[in-house]
């Protein structure tokens, strides 16, 4: 183990305001947040004075396996998930990406959450696809939860039935996620009555999409008290339209955001946080709030998916942070402006694992191996070798691949 961490003058965020602390990591766990702490000859100290200090972000909807690009269709827009999946199924792209070995385009799919600044991202897949590649990814894969692909004619045979399922979240206090209502036609406008027929729609129930519901969906899901993940780039391209999430907002619900997967989402969540103020500000004609948008990333998605204290920036709890260099006022929330270059560090589990070359030397206070790499014209580093990754890619599909959700190597 090394050193306590002393992390200095921050501007961090809790109690939905940012304030001036200092904060005390050792470990896996924060061992203290307060207004000073004096530093010691035992402990490694850094100042973060200018910098925010967040929860580590949270992707609440991607599918890793499809981390590849281009994107497919866009201008043909469909009715149901099923068209487009079949689009995409049929297309260059997806033959291509078939040559990728499943490790690298997860582990594509995790510097890409990573250099966003998630921290956690919760991979919408069955349990024996996703388990080989838990705990050896630069991000954490949310991996408690049961299970549905969808509800309705078109779904695929993921877990034991939605009943089952959610009864399986019941009893061990897990969250019980499905796509719900992932299109515009019949099937999908009923899904959500179907779900409530099953059994399986209440406070464990995480709804992804959501589409086509209206005030009477929305009063019955924030009755039951689930939580809905949003996920407006995917909506957009698949659908041409994306759910009204003021309704859900207004409700009190509790909404998540993801960015769903490459073939038809965000390039990553940086850019759906972008495109979640747009939409709101071009539906609604009102600003979605900044921290509304970071709630949807930090503290929403921890109670959705059950990961203990919403406010993860507390002593005793598992140190996953981001630091922020946004040339704002620190007393501000602006994540709908964020690019690359201002996610300066991510720490995860109490170990560095992205960041600025000014953390140079809490890079090696841990002894870590990193990869120096320029991301819009600012120098990082990074464990493990995203360079050699990429190699791997162009190896197999038999020429240099660049993605849009990786730097240019």
């Given at each position: 183990?090394?050193?306590?961490?002393?992390?200095?003058?921050?501007?961090?965020?809790?109690?939905?305001?940012?304030?001036?602390?200092?904060?005390?990591?050792?470990?896996?766990?924060?061992?203290?947040?307060?207004?000073?702490?004096?530093?010691?000859?035992?402990?490694?100290?850094?100042?973060?004075?200018?910098?925010?200090?967040?929860?580590?972000?949270?992707?609440?909807?991607?599918?890793?396996?499809?981390?590849?690009?281009?994107?497919?269709?866009?201008?043909?827009?469909?009715?149901?998930?099923?068209?487009?999946?079949?689009?995409?199924?049929?297309?260059?792209?997806?033959?291509?990406?078939?040559?990728?070995?499943?490790?690298?385009?997860?582990?594509?799919?995790?510097?890409?959450?990573?250099?966003?600044?998630?921290?956690?991202?919760?991979?919408?897949?069955?349990?024996?696809?996703?388990?080989?590649?838990?705990?050896?990814?630069?991000?954490?894969?949310?991996?408690?939860?049961?299970?549905?692909?969808?509800?309705?004619?078109?779904?695929?045979?993921?877990?034991?039935?939605?009943?089952?399922?959610?009864?399986?979240?019941?009893?061990?206090?897990?969250?019980?996620?499905?796509?719900?209502?992932?299109?515009?036609?019949?099937?999908?406008?009923?899904?959500?009555?179907?779900?409530?027929?099953?059994?399986?729609?209440?406070?464990?129930?995480?709804?992804?999409?959501?589409?086509?519901?209206?005030?009477?969906?929305a009063d019955k899901i924030a009755e039951k008290g689930a939580s809905i993940v949003w996920c407006p780039t995917s909506n957009l391209h698949i659908f041409g339209?994306?759910?009204?999430?003021?309704?859900?907002?207004?409700?009190?619900?509790?909404?998540?955001?993801?960015?769903?997967?490459?073939?038809?989402?965000?390039?990553?969540?940086?850019?759906?946080?972008?495109?979640?103020?747009?939409?709101?500000?071009?539906?609604?004609?009102?600003?979605?709030?900044?921290?509304?948008?970071?709630?949807?990333?930090?503290?929403?998605?921890?109670?959705?998916?059950?990961?203990?204290?919403?406010?993860?920036?507390?002593?005793?709890?598992?140190?996953?942070?981001?630091?922020?260099?946004?040339?704002?006022?620190?007393?501000?929330?602006?994540?709908?402006?964020?690019?690359?270059?201002?996610?300066?560090?991510?720490?995860?589990?109490?170990?560095?694992?992205?960041?600025?070359?000014?953390?140079?030397?809490?890079?090696?206070?841990?002894?870590?191996?990193?990869?120096?790499?320029?991301?819009?014209?600012?120098?990082?580093?990074?464990?493990?070798?995203?360079?050699?990754?990429?190699?791997?890619?162009?190896?197999?599909?038999?020429?240099?691949?660049?993605?849009?959700?990786?730097?240019?190597?």
């Amino acid at each position: 183990m090394t050193r306590p961490i002393l992390l200095q003058s921050a501007s961090l965020f809790r109690n939905g305001k940012m304030e001036s602390k200092d904060l005390l990591f050792t470990g896996e766990k924060i061992t203290s947040i307060e207004d000073a702490i004096t530093p010691n000859k035992d402990m490694f100290t850094l100042s973060l004075h200018g910098k925010k200090l967040y929860p580590g972000f949270i992707n609440s909807h991607d599918h890793l396996l499809a981390s590849y690009l281009p994107k497919v269709g866009g201008t043909e827009k469909h009715l149901s998930w099923l068209s487009y999946d079949n689009l995409y199924k049929s297309s260059g792209v997806f033959a291509e990406r078939q040559q990728i070995d499943p490790e690298i385009l997860y582990y594509l799919g995790a510097y890409k959450n990573l250099f966003a600044g998630v921290t956690s991202v919760f991979d919408h897949i069955p349990h024996f696809v996703q388990n080989p590649f838990r705990g050896i990814l630069p991000v954490k894969l949310i991996s408690d939860y049961t299970l549905a692909h969808s509800v309705g004619n078109y779904s695929l045979d993921w877990g034991e039935g939605p009943a089952l399922e959610y009864r399986m979240a019941e009893h061990a206090n897990l969250p019980f996620v499905t796509h719900l209502a992932e299109g515009l036609d019949d099937d999908s406008k009923q899904s959500l009555r179907m779900l409530e027929k099953m059994d399986a729609l209440g406070p464990h129930s995480v709804l992804v999409h959501c589409l086509p519901f209206g005030p009477k969906e929305a009063d019955k899901i924030a009755e039951k008290g689930a939580s809905i993940v949003w996920c407006p780039t995917s909506n957009l391209h698949i659908f041409g339209k994306t759910t009204n999430i003021k309704l859900f907002l207004e409700r009190g619900v509790n909404v998540c955001l993801g960015t769903d997967s490459s073939p038809s989402g965000s390039n990553q969540l940086l850019e759906e946080l972008k495109t979640a103020k747009s939409i709101y500000f071009g539906l609604y004609g009102e600003e979605l709030p900044e921290e509304t948008l970071l709630q949807m990333i930090t503290e929403n998605p921890r109670r959705a998916f059950r990961l203990g204290n919403p406010n993860a920036l507390m002593p005793g709890l598992s140190c996953d942070f981001v630091v922020i260099s946004d040339e704002k006022k620190t007393s501000e929330i602006n994540v709908s402006e964020l690019h690359w270059k201002h996610i300066d560090l991510v720490v995860i589990d109490g170990y560095p694992i992205y960041g600025s070359l000014e953390f140079l030397s809490l890079f090696q206070e841990f002894g870590l191996g990193t990869e120096e790499i320029s991301i819009e014209g600012k120098n990082k580093l990074v464990a493990g070798s995203p360079k050699k990754l990429m190699k791997q890619v162009s190896d197999s599909v038999g020429y240099k691949k660049s993605l849009a959700f990786l730097p240019n190597f």
